[in-house]
Each structure stands twice: as structure tokens, then as C-alpha cells.
């Protein structure tokens, strides 16, 4: 009876069978973990805003550096003309006359001179014969550049010339413009010629 029961209880068990079962998620994870969250800064967009933004900067710095560059040779220039142009001791006297202009500035130069060298004392007649005014002034401009010298009150000698010496040292290549005005008897000053004079 014994050997029938072991029989019966064996034809009971079924044979272990292997089968693959999921593992639980770790403590504490999530089931579905999703991606880390980017900074603002690792972001492509900012990324590529920031190296265009690198760009621009050495770009405005090199145009910064040629453009100080270009700064330093003028001021170089600047300074070898001044230079040039400081007063040096005329060595003899010359004589110009010129006669002004009674309506307006001339379309074309009224005198034209080579600078001197060694420099000389420039002496300028301006007749004014036809201005029956008793003294007049002289405003001096050289053009694109401004305003070189004002006379008062200058009178005219025994011929009805106006008489400036000036040092030709002091005159740099270009074209001056002297306009001549007439103080009436109340002081104000009326237009009664221009000169236009080029210096080579």
C-alpha cells in the first residue's frame, strides 16, 4: 500500500519549469525615468547665440585695433606738420599786392604764391582806395581748416593801402580767404572786398 500511494503522489507533481519573470524597478526609481533636464546655457540655441556673440567681439576688436592704428600714423602726420609749420626767422622781405574782389569771393584765386624757403616776411597790399571808409578790419580763414587771424580797426596809409606783414612760415599749402570790411561811424562793420590766395 505504500508503494502505491508513492506512485500516486508522483504522478501528482508536475516537473519544474524555468521561466524568466520581471524584475522590480530599484527602491526609490521611477518606473519611467525621463531625461535629465538641460541648462539654459547647453542648450543649442544659446549655444550657437554665444559663440555668434564671441564672433562680433573679436570682430570689433580688430576693427578697433586698425582703426587705433590708423589713429596713431595721423596723429604722427599731424605732428610732423606742426612741425613744419612753426615760426621760423625770415631771412628778407617781399612785397604783394593784391587787389580785392568788390563784389563777392572770385571764382578763381586772386594771387597764387610759392611757399618760400628759407621763409620771408610777406608784406600785403590790399588797395581800398575805392571804400571811403576810415579804418576797416581783416578776417583771415584758411579753407577747411578755420579761422587764422582777425585785424581791428586798421587803417589805411597814404595811398589807401592796407599794409599786413606776416611771416610766410606761418602759411601752410592751401587757399586763404581775407574778407575787408569798413567800420561806419556807428562801429559796424560793412562787406567791401574779398581775396582769395593760394599757397603752394
Do not use: C
Amino acid at each position: 500500500m505504500t508503494e502505491t500511494k508513492s506512485k500516486k503522489l508522483f504522478r501528482l507533481r508536475r516537473p519544474a519549469v524555468q521561466t524568466e519573470l520581471d524584475l522590480p524597478p530599484p527602491a526609490g526609481a521611477p518606473e519611467d525615468a525621463a531625461e535629465p533636464a538641460l541648462e539654459w546655457w547647453q542648450r543649442p540655441v544659446a549655444v550657437a547665440a554665444l559663440a555668434g556673440l564671441a564672433a562680433l567681439l573679436l570682430a570689433l576688436a580688430v576693427a578697433g585695433n586698425v582703426s587705433a592704428r590708423r589713429d596713431r600714423a595721423a596723429a604722427a602726420a599731424l605732428e610732423r606738420q606742426v612741425r613744419i609749420l612753426t615760426l621760423r626767422p625770415a631771412t628778407q622781405e617781399r612785397a604783394l599786392r593784391i587787389e580785392p574782389n568788390r563784389r563777392s569771393w572770385s571764382a578763381a584765386p586772386d594771387a597764387a604764391i610759392r611757399r618760400p624757403e628759407p621763409p620771408e616776411l610777406l608784406a600785403l597790399y590790399l588797395p581800398v582806395a575805392y571804400a571811403e571808409f576810415p579804418a576797416f578790419a581783416l578776417t583771415i580763414d584758411k579753407v577747411d581748416q578755420g579761422r587764422m587771424m582777425v585785424v581791428h580797426r586798421m587803417m589805411p596809409d597814404s595811398n589807401r593801402d592796407l599794409r599786413l606783414t606776416l611771416n610766410s612760415s606761418a602759411f601752410g599749402a592751401g587757399e586763404y580767404r581775407i574778407r575787408i570790411q569798413g567800420y561806419t561811424w556807428r562801429g559796424q562793420r560793412v562787406d567791401v572786398g574779398w581775396v582769395r590766395l593760394v599757397v603752394n
